[in-house]
Nanobody
Framework: QVQLVESGGGLVQAGGSLELSCVASGSIFRINVMGWYRQAPGKQRELVATITRGFITNYADSVKGRFTISRRNLLNTVYLQMNSLQPEDTAVYSC?????????WGKGTLVTVSS
């Protein structure tokens, strides 16, 4: 079992920055991939960025060049640095971890970008 707790969401003006963090606990040494997903009101959840145990990253086209995902602290913490935020980035951002073929999710943190 893996537990995930996100933090760092909030309200920011367009053009601003926020950093989200996600701390994993439990069977963290089984985690292969961690990532961030987001769900905007009325839309389906979409991938934002992922990072593997070997630090290989993958980004949605919509955030490339603006967001950076990283892992630190014995690989049990994942961060999402978000720069140049736009109103269309408004969503609930959820942390995900894949461990032993099972996907685990955090409860999510709300990011609101005002124009």
């Amino acid at each position: 079992q893996v537990q995930l707790v996100e933090s760092g969401g909030g309200l920011v003006q367009a053009g601003g920055s926020l950093e989200l963090s996600c701390v994993a606990s439990g069977s963290i040494f089984r985690i292969n991939v961690m990532g961030w997903y987001r769900q905007a009101p009325g839309k389906q959840r979409e991938l934002v960025a992922t990072i593997t145990r070997g630090f290989i990253t993958n980004y949605a086209d919509s955030v490339k060049g603006r967001f950076t995902i990283s892992r630190r602290n014995l690989l049990n913490t994942v961060y999402l640095q978000m720069n140049s935020l736009q109103p269309e980035d408004t969503a609930v951002y959820s942390c995900n971890a894949e461990a032993g073929g099972t996907n685990y999710w955090g409860k999510g943190t709300l990011v609101t970008v005002s124009s």
